[in-house]
């Protein structure tokens, strides 16, 4: 049984930095192209970043070159690095295998960055 618990989310003022971490459970993110996705109020999830099984990453181009993807694969855990960040990345975080069937989400964390 998967399981995806993220955390690391906070209050943060415009141009602070967090770092979220996803802990993967019943799924080996070595072996599975990982993404981060987020939830705005009033708005769809989007995908903001991806890692695939080789490791190349790719962005949104709202969050290109502030955001960073990495994993630690003995942990079996996910990270997102988040720098320079906006009023306009305040939302709920979640991660995800990309190709995870079925509809499960953890509950993401809560990022709300003030200006």
């Known amino acids: 049984q998967v399981q995806l618990v993220e955390s690391g989310g906070g209050l943060v003022q415009a141009g602070g930095s967090l770092r979220l971490s996803c802990a993967a459970s019943?799924?080996?993110?070595?072996?599975?192209?990982m993404g981060w996705y987020r939830q705005a109020p009033g708005k769809q999830r989007e995908l903001v970043a991806t890692?695939?099984?080789?490791?190349?990453?790719n962005y949104a181009d709202s969050v290109k070159g502030r955001f960073t993807l990495s994993r630690d694969n003995a942990k079996n855990t996910v990270y997102l690095q988040m720098n320079s960040l906006k009023p306009e990345d305040t939302a709920v975080y979640y991660c995800?295998?990309?190709?995870?069937?079925?509809?499960?989400w953890g509950r993401g964390t809560q990022v709300t960055v003030s200006s």
């Open positions: 890692v695939t099984r080789v490791g190349s990453t």
């Open positions: 019943g799924v080996s993110i070595s072996i599975n192209a």
């Open positions: 995800r295998p990309v190709r995870l069937p079925g509809d499960y």
